[in-house]
């Protein structure tokens, strides 16, 4: 073999590209793996935590607990092989990072503005824009009637008018739209609308509508085994009905975008926005222009949590029209109110069970019945609900079971997608449940969700899938009851209330099984764009969007492991849908997993090329090949040569092989047929569990989440520094859903709490005192999925509803624990008051139920 | 002028008042084009980053609206322009005659901060700290934390961080503990993180490499600074405009991008608003001003005002700024108590209150976030005359008296004789509230300050409950109960108060005390809570005020257990 010789390469390892010609590459590369394990196995002795990621303020702040001081030292922190920083933290901390409204334009660009109905449900008789049009500033004015192309901009099923024409469902609905020379002018002209709206009885109870057939789409059932006989053969059964709350989403950055008109009759829009595809086809569609003459990109948002699935189109619809029509570039961007009004939320869903169980509080079948409010269109109601039944049995086998799934209609904004997708919301009836039939059969909680969790024998779901990885969550179970000290905590609080009137303390486990697919198989796909310039830098593109979830910092990491290359190699730009086309939205969790794979596909296609040449080219043992921290090497043992990566690719360019890849992915396995309501909807399940422990004033209604425990299953963490962000921040936005957020409508159903001064997301002082969180280590995903880790944007946000269940425990000591109190959510101060008052007005002594 | 009239509606505001301007049903009659007006700009002369700047900007144009719509400096973002995200929180340092040439830099929330208040400040920017490619220590400690997510509010919670480390970097022997940290970082909402990697930065960005702005340890900025001040006597801002550069509010930020401009027809329009911008360093001068100009509006923090632009769009073209009135920044002791100047920040009155009133300054650091309290101001809070303000409860409680300056002269008045309606005070045209005279409290008196709302940080209440009284061997004298959110106004409610007076302490006292509650006070249900919850509620911040008058002593209670000596009765997080 001959003496490959070295050339310079900056950009992939900038400390070795000037060493000697002749260094002995591969020992480098064995001593930089050696370190690796070397630090892999430091990591060994404290399972599933991060050097240095431990809650250091509470460890420092709280007295008498042992002071582990912080290392301080910023290099050493979060050392782990995998834990890379966002890629975009700097420019986050400085200021530099640009959000849509941030983007530069054309000094004539308008200002965007929709009006908005003020009327629940009415027939709009009359739409004077003429003082609009003749407002200072305002350069076109559009309706309905100016659409070229489609009005209705329905993402999955008609039912989403662009504007309101004849009729009128929501308040908040866009009924035209200003644009003007600055963002004031367009806000101030639409308020010369001369608008006629003659009102509709407004249906603003999806119980009621429900009862009415007024469905968004049909019902949907899903049945296992006999239900009717297993409750009419139960020793005990049970009722309830549980009201869980919506959400808004409250993404710092609003709906933003910035349409800009292309040199033909296209745009490219800027677009805050989880689905750049559709996007782009509704535009398309709106315009009535092809799908080419339409580029939608964006570089991350400020936030999206699902609210940006298919709530981001109008905007960018409405805008691209102005930019067509006037010819200049159109910036739209929602105010605070404007944007809670306009938007759908997490749905409202009003639940009810009707179970049967044995002595033990194992389950032995029933009935479930699940009504999501879905607002006054389809939006993405059908799966929403689909997979709130999905997940109506959380961890818990149901026995013979029935689970339907309404879709009610009511005049509101139509709800959407949100972190968990209706999953929070089917879970809750079930672990409401849990500790209804705790109390009834005088039982620690946790010992009946213990029980009741999927087991050997039981193994199946009531839509049909077999659990794999059951026994994971027992053990999650088991070593969070360890680790958070479980049942000493139990007796101590169960002591303390006894002697402690007005303040009482609660405490509870709550299990998460979520399943990760869309449950709409054919979004189950992804593309990436790999490109290699001749400098070894790598540019990766994919379908997926950034909104500060950490997708594009492991869709790098992922590259960059496939091509052995250092992560500042690569780099990833703006997701564009002139780059990688018809992409699926960035939901689902399923970000990283189908891009990632897609990501990986095209990395390895590349780097198969690049041996195939390097084999050829420097006549080496195909074989034997690897990329290995920046360079190619070749051979094994003492016979190892090695080839800076930049020369690798310099010489792959000369000799004419293409350094630009198109990878693809698609989910293989899952299935399901709503007609049987049975299948395999799901490629793999997460699972976590949490225990909180409040203290509850129950003289005023406040309360302190005082302390959280969590193990939270990724499989193989790509990143462990991002996950955990993941598992904390959902955990918290759930405290927040489960607490304090409370959207309230009046009668006339105008959302009066339309942004943060009356909608209240948890904020610093809200963090628990204690908050101790792992990841679960040693159990790869049991599927082949990317380096087979699991997908963690929405399993964490469910751990929350401990917080809840600790909240009924501490109330419920207030009857000495016989009964579990009914508690809607949010279980704001108020709720808890309540539910405090009711139970001090029951009769003392043993029978009382929960039903 | 202060927390928080507009988002509040707690009495007795009808509800369809709330929809907004942008969704009016009914045919407006008004469509001519408004006559073309000259703008009138008024020149703001600061420093941004360490860098001098003169620019003209309308009354009512905002901090946020300046950096990101005139200078095109975007790091700054607008997350709700109200002031209750802190995406745009910025740092402001004013000289001051008590720290010499060292400047302190306070937070405030860009969007709520008229730019005309900028006049001979430094502001400090997420774009002015780091040193070319080294990160201040806040920003590398973010960074190393993970504690950017979205990344959209790390911007304002970077400037918060900023504040509290030149504060930790001045007085070094501080601890850094919960209190202060919720303190910094309770303004700062963010829905990425759930916050745990934000403490960790704040808990160590003091290990950073300490990296300094380049403008930072400038003595010489100081003395900068109070030159620019020197040299904007009130007249000056009142006078004539001193351009007549025509433009729209907006537009100055584009102008600065790449492509030519609009065709001349186009762009003076919209929101081109006439106005005025006055800022007298004086008393008589205030009042010589409000006489001429009986339109304009008062301003001082800007908390609640600026929401007239932001979220209703009303013009604010009138504003005779109070904030360097020197007599109503004066705080003057005397025998039996202070006269607090009206334009004095809550954040200011804090070492005072926490002195003398504990109670009154606990609740304080529930009272909006850091932002809101180095700005707002006690005279705003009661002139704004919000049945859910914070402090007039407690000031009822404590007999407070306003001094009310005119042209006219002045007079006093006993706070509860201010309010009289759902925001109607008895405050005549032309008139000013100067100061607000606190007695001294004595050995014996007793204050109790309860706030409850649905969240414990940066939130409104829903209901305020404040009891005083002195402790007459087991007996009850003096005693002033006042509420917040139980009626149109703030008030005293001497039903209860009469039920007590001279009453030692039992069971039956106060049931008697919470049926005179009941039978007095009818709150209202809005978006904050229930008048059932309300009602339920206050009754039951009497039983807990009765519990913690006893709490040596066994009782028995409804439930029927016994409470054990110094049993819990509220929560310390909320216990003051």
């Known amino acids: 073999m001959r003496t490959l010789t070295k050339r310079p390469f900056s950009a992939a390892r900038p400390e070795t590209a000037s060493s000697s010609e002749t260094t002995p590459s591969h020992e480098t590369a064995a001593a930089g793996d050696q370190d690796v394990l070397t630090r892999e196995i430091e990591h060994g002795a404290t399972v599933g935590r991060l050097e240095g990621d431990e809650p250091v303020a509470r460890e420092r702040l709280v007295p008498g607990k042992t002071t582990a001081t912080p290392s301080h030292n910023a290099p050493d922190r979060h050392r782990h092989r995998h834990a890379h920083r966002h890629e975009s933290a700097i ?62 901009i329905g993402p999955v099923f008609p039912g989403d008018p662009m504007f309101a024409e004849e009729i009128v469902s929501y308040v908040g609905q866009p009924l035209f739209a200003v644009a003007a020379t600055s963002y004031r002018a367009a806000r101030l002209a639409v308020q010369a609308a001369s608008v006629e709206i003659e009102p509709l009885p407004a249906q603003l109870d999806p119980v009621a509508a429900t009862d009415a057939g007024e469905f968004a789409r049909p019902s949907h059932e899903q049945v296992s085994g006999d239900w009717h006989q297993a409750l009419a053969e139960a020793p005990n059964t049970l009722t309830a009905e549980q009201f869980v709350g919506g959400q808004e989403h409250f993404y710092l950055e609003g709906q933003a975008c910035l349409a800009l008109p292309s040199e033909d009759e296209g745009v490219v829009v800027h677009t805050s926005n989880q689905h750049p595809s559709e996007t782009q086809k509704l535009v398309a569609e709106v ?222 486990l709550t299990p998460v099984k979520f399943g990760i697919s869309f449950t709409a198989q054919h979004l189950n796909q992804a593309g990436a764009l790999l490109h290699v310039y001749t400098d070894g830098s790598v540019m990766i593109n994919h379908g997926g969007t950034e909104m500060g979830q950490g997708l594009h910092t492991k869709v790098c990491q992922v590259v960059a492991r496939e091509l052995g290359l250092d992560l500042d190699t690569v780099r990833i730009s703006a997701t564009r849908t002139d780059k990688v086309p018809n992409t699926s939205p960035t939901a689902a969790s399923s970000g990283a997993d189908l891009n990632g794979m897609a990501a990986r596909d095209a990395a390895s296609q590349l780097r198969e090329r690049l041996f195939d040449f390097a084999a050829e080219h420097y006549a080496l043992d195909r074989e034997g090949l690897r990329l290995l921290n920046g360079e190619l090497v070749a051979g094994v043992g003492e016979v190892t040569r090695s080839l800076p990566w930049g020369e690798l690719v310099q010489a792959a360019y000369l000799n004419r092989v293409s350094l630009s890849a198109t990878g693809f992915y698609s989910t293989p396995l899952i299935h399901y047929d709503r007609d049987s309501g049975q299948g395999r909807p799901f490629y793999y399940f997460a699972y976590g569990a949490s225990v909180s422990e409040v203290r509850v004033d129950t003289l005023s209604g406040e309360y302190r989440v005082e302390r959280v425990d969590i193990l939270h299953d990724v499989g193989d963490s790509l990143n462990p520094a991002i996950d955990r962000g993941q598992v904390e921040g959902g955990f918290i936005q759930g405290m927040g859903w489960m607490t304090s957020e409370e959207l309230r409508w009046n009668d006339a159903g105008r959302l009066m709490t339309d942004g943060p001064a009356t909608y209240k997301i948890p904020t610093y002082g809200d963090l628990p005192q204690v908050f101790n969180v792992e990841l679960l280590e040693g159990h790869p995903n049991s599927q082949a999925s990317i380096y087979r880790s699991k997908a963690v944007g929405e399993p964490p946000f469910m751990l929350c509803m401990s917080v809840w269940s600790a909240l009924r425990d501490a109330l419920s000591s207030l009857v000495d624990y016989r009964v579990s109190p009914a508690l809607d959510t949010p279980a704001t101060p108020e709720r808890v008051l309540m539910a405090a008052e009711a139970l001090r007005q029951m009769p003392a002594g043993p029978g009382a139920s929960s039903s | 002028m202060t927390r928080r009239s507009t988002t509040c509606r707690s009495a007795s ?187 960790d930065a704040a808990l160590t960005m003091a290990s950073q490499p300490d990296t300094r702005p380049p403008w930072a340890d400038d003595a010489t900025l100081a003395t900068r600074l109070r030159a620019l001040a020197a040299t904007t006597p009130a007249e000056s801002a009142t006078s004539a405009p001193s351009t007549e550069v025509q433009t729209t509010a907006d537009a100055p930020h584009d102008a600065l991008r790449d492509t030519p401009s609009d065709t001349p027809s186009e762009a003076p329009h919209g929101t081109a608003t006439a106005g005025r911008y006055a800022m007298p360093a004086d008393l008589a001068t205030l009042i010589r001003l409000l006489r001429e100009r009986p339109a304009a509006r008062l301003v001082a923090g800007a908390t609640d005002l600026w929401l007239e632009t932001t979220q209703r769009l009303q013009p604010l073209e009138d504003l005779i700024d109070v904030t360097r009135v020197a007599e109503l920044r004066q705080l003057d002791a005397a025998d039996d108590g202070w006269w607090i100047g009206a334009a004095l920040t809550y954040h200011e009155l804090e070492p005072l209150l926490a002195t003398h009133y504990p109670a009154f300054a606990h609740l304080l650091t529930r009272l909006g976030s850091a932002q809101i309290r180095h700005r707002g101001t006690l005279g705003g809070n009661i002139a704004n005359a919000s ?162 008058l006893d709490g040596d002593a066994d009782i028995a209670t409804d439930a029927g257990h016994v409470i054990q000596n110094a049993m819990e009765v509220m929560l310390d997080a909320y216990a003051h």
């Open chain 1, 91 to 152: 420019k986050h901390v400085t200021g530099r990072a640009r959000y849509i409204d941030d983007l530069p334009a054309p000094g004539d660009a308008l200002h965007a503005i929709a009006g908005l109905s003020p009327v629940a449900h009415g027939r709009l008789t009359r739409l004077d824009l003429e003082a609009v049009r003749r407002a200072p500033g305002v350069i076109d004015v559009i309706t309905a009637a100016e659409i070229p192309g489609h009005r209705d």
């Open chain 1, 287 to 508: 315009l009535d222009i092809p799908f080419h003459a339409v580029t939608v990109e964006n570089r991350r948002m400020g936030g999206g949590f699902g609210g940006k699935e298919t709530q981001a189109a109008p905007w960018a619809c409405m805008a691209a029209l102005f930019a067509r029509r006037t010819g200049r570039a159109v910036r739209l961007r929602l105010p605070r109110a404007e944007d809670t009004r306009a938007t759908g939320k997490r749905h409202p869903f009003q639940n009810r069970y009707r179970l049967g169980f044995d002595d033990d509080g194992v389950l032995l079948g029933g009935d479930i019945t699940l009504i999501g409010d879905c607002g006054h269109s389809p939006d993405l109601s059908e799966a929403v609900v689909d997979r709130a039944m999905f997940h109506a049995d959380n961890a818990y086998s149901l026995g013979a079971a029935r689970v339907t799934g309404h879709r009610a209609r009511t005049h509101t904004a139509s709800n959407t997608a949100f972190r968990g997708f209706g999953g929070p919301q089917g879970m809750m009836i079930i672990e409401r449940a849990m500790d209804d039939i705790a109390r009834h059969r005088r039982l620690d909680p946790l010992t009946v969700r213990k029980r009741n969790l999927y087991r050997a024998g039981r193994e199946t779901t009531h839509y049909g899938q077999a659990v794999d990885q059951h026994p994971l969550m027992a053990e999650i179970i088991e070593r969070l009851e360890a680790s958070s000290d479980y049942w000493t905590r139990r007796e101590a609080i169960t002591a303390f209330n006894r002697h402690s009137p007005v303040i009482k303390r609660g405490l509870a």
């Open chain 2, 13 to 199: 505001v009808a509800i369809s008042d709330v929809l907004g301007p942008d969704c009016r049903v009914e045919p407006q009659k008004d469509n001519d084009k408004p006559e073309k007006r000259l703008t009138d700009f008024v020149m703001i002369e600061f420093y941004l980053n360490g860098e001098p700047r003169r620019e003209a900007a309308t009354p009512d144009t905002s901090v946020l609206e300046l950096l990101r719509n005139h200078l095109g400096q975007c790091g700054t973002k607008e997350g709700c322009a109200c002031g209750d995200c802190g995406a745009c929180t910025v740092a402001i340092a004013q000289p001051e005659a008590a720290t010499g040439d060292t400047l302190v830099y306070r937070t405030a929330n860009a969007c709520m901060t008229p730019a005309h208040q900028l006049q001979g400040c430094h502001l400090v920017t997420v774009e002015g700290l780091a040193q070319g490619d080294a990160l201040y220590p806040a920003q590398s400690a973010m960074v190393d934390c993970h504690a950017s997510q979205c990344g959209f509010c790390t911007p304002g919670i970077v400037m918060s961080l900023f504040a509290l480390h030149e504060a930790q970097r001045a007085h070094p022997d501080r601890e850094l503990d919960d209190h202060r940290l919720e303190a910094a970082l309770g303004g700062n909402l963010c829905r990425c993180t759930g916050y745990r990697p934000i403490r």
């Open chain 2, 387 to 548: 049945p859910i303000g914070d402090t007039p409860p407690v000031l009822l409680a404590l007999g407070a008296r306003l001094r009310l300056v005119s042209t006219a002269g002045e007079r006093e008045m006993a706070l509860e004789d201010f309010f009289l309606d759902y925001k109607r005070t008895a405050l005549a045209p032309g008139e000013v509230i100067a100061s607000i005279f606190l007695p001294r409290p004595d050995a014996d008196l007793r204050l109790r300050v309860w706030k409850l709302s649905k969240r414990r940080e940066d939130d409104i209440s829903t209901l305020l409950g404040v009891f005083r009284w002195r402790k007459d061997g087991d007996r009850l004298r003096d005693v002033r109960v006042a509420f917040g959110g139980m009626a149109a106004i703030p008030l005293r409610v001497p039903a209860i108060e009469a039920t007590l007076e001279g009453q030692s302490a039992t069971r039956d006292t106060f049931t008697h005390a919470k049926q005179a509650l009941h039978t007095s006070l009818t709150p209202m249900t809005d978006a904050r809570g229930s008048a059932d919850y309300r009602l339920a509620a206050a009754a039951n911040l009497l039983e807990r005020w009765r519990l913690t």
